[in-house]
């Protein structure tokens, strides 16, 4: 989160902990000491860790002597969740005009901790009244039994925004859901799905998107869908284009298929 030394030795930088302890602010200085030496390691390296050079730039670089012509007017970002403090501190300053932020908390795939406004060195406050931030509530995506059954999982997540309410109102289909003894019977049902959709239902292969948790699951259900004489590709594969792939089901993971 970038915090200074002096903001973080005399506590005025309160990080995840909204409460500190006695403990915890006698600590600070031997972290921070302990951290810079970790630094000082670091920059000895020939190539640095991109979050350690994002951490660099956002934190010691001025600003202020960078000329308007390299800067942009205005600089959107989107799927903010996923970036890391030091690199939205970072393009936030690369701006001359405004910087608009878009993100969902729910739909973070890389950072596992809540974002702080303060924490990303922005003047406002996470107020619904303030008119620098515009919630979204909205959900022109999914279906209402879709929203519902994501309603249902996210309250059992660790790691949520309370204030995060989609408001679906597209009727459709409910999800189906079942829990299978083995990874084996589990990729087989799909199959059985997969040979349902096609062959009963006439669904077009572009419009099946199969989505697994690992690169490995990919390639097994890839096999099984070959030794079955249908076509599959990972959308991430160098051969793939949504353009040509029509008669093709796309395979994902779970984050690869984000967004």
């Known amino acids: 989160f970038c915090p200074t030394e002096q903001t973080y030795i005399d506590n005025s930088f309160q990080g995840e902990n909204a409460q500190l302890t006695e403990k915890n602010m006698s600590d600070r200085k031997i972290i ?4 810079m030496k970790v630094t000082t390691e670091l920059n000895k390296q020939p190539e640095l860790p991109m979050e350690f050079a994002y951490w660099k730039i956002a934190t010691i670089s001025d600003y202020s002597i960078l000329s308007d012509e390299y800067k942009l007017d205005y600089l959107l970002i989107d799927e903010i969740q996923d970036l890391s403090p030091s690199r939205i501190r970072l393009l936030s300053k690369l701006n001359k005009f405004a910087c608009i932020m878009a993100g969902d ?8 901790r809540q974002l702080s406004w303060i924490e990303l060195g ?6 619904e ?4 931030i515009k919630k979204l509530s909205n959900n022109y995506r999914s279906t209402i039994p879709v929203q519902n059954l994501a309603n249902d999982y996210r309250r059992i997540c660790k790691i949520k925004d309370d204030n995060a309410i989609s408001v679906p109102f597209i009727p459709g289909q409910k999800p189906e859901f079942s829990i299978n003894q083995t990874i084996e019977d589990t990729f087989n049902k799909i199959l059985l799905k997969i040979k349902c959709y096609m062959e009963v239902m006439r669904f077009n292969a572009k419009d099946i998107c199969i989505v697994v948790p690992t690169d490995s699951d990919l390639i097994r259900m890839k096999g099984l869908l070959s030794d079955n004489h249908i076509n599959a ?3 991430d594969d160098p ?3 949504f353009r040509k792939a029509n008669d093709t089901i796309r395979l994902s ?5 984000k967004g």
Request: aromatic letters at 12%; zero cysteines.
């Open 233 to 235: 590709l990972k959308i």
């Open 122 to 127: 922005m003047k406002f406050k996470d107020d």
């Open 129 to 132: 009244n303030d008119p620098n």
């Open 32 to 35: 921070w000491d302990s951290v």
């Open 105 to 112: 908390l729910n739909q973070s795939v890389f950072i596992k």
């Open 253 to 257: 993971t779970t984050k690869m298929v």
């Open 239 to 241: 051969k793939f284009d």
